[in-house]
């Protein structure tokens, strides 16, 4: 199993910036990629930006384009999600999640959650 803490979220002005982390412990060797999605209240969970361990290739949802930048520090197994130019569309509670293969901007293709981080961003 891989097991995975998020943290950093918090409450942030619009306009202002967060950065996310995800620590992945366990049999990490089978992780492909690391993802971050969000989940707002009433919403269905959507993708927001992954990251490959080998290679470092990037993903992102066009909603966070430009602003959200993700990268990855291998020899401390984290990920980190920097959120800059923060909207109030963007609280939501945010997941990071381990994929297993190269299909990494849908759900199915994760086997691995953390228990998700609240970011809250007020106008």
């Known amino acids: 199993q891989v097991q995975l803490v998020e943290s950093g979220g918090g409450l942030v002005q619009a306009g202002g910036s967060l950065r996310l982390s995800c620590a992945a412990s366990g049999r990490t060797f089978s992780s492909y990629a690391i993802g971050w999605f969000r989940q707002a209240p009433g919403k269905e969970r959507e993708f927001v930006a992954a990251i490959k361990w080998s290679g470092g290739s990037t993903y992102y949802a066009d909603s966070v384009k430009g602003r959200f930048t993700i990268s990855r520090d291998r020899a401390k197994n984290t990920v980190y999600l920097q959120m800059n130019s923060l909207k109030p569309e963007d609280t939501a509670v945010y997941y990071c999640?381990?994929?297993?293969?190269?299909?990494?901007?849908?759900?199915?293709?994760?086997?691995?959650w953390g228990q998700g981080t609240q970011v809250t961003v007020s106008s």
């Open positions: 999640a381990s994929a297993r293969s190269y299909v990494v901007t849908t759900t199915p293709g994760y086997d691995y």
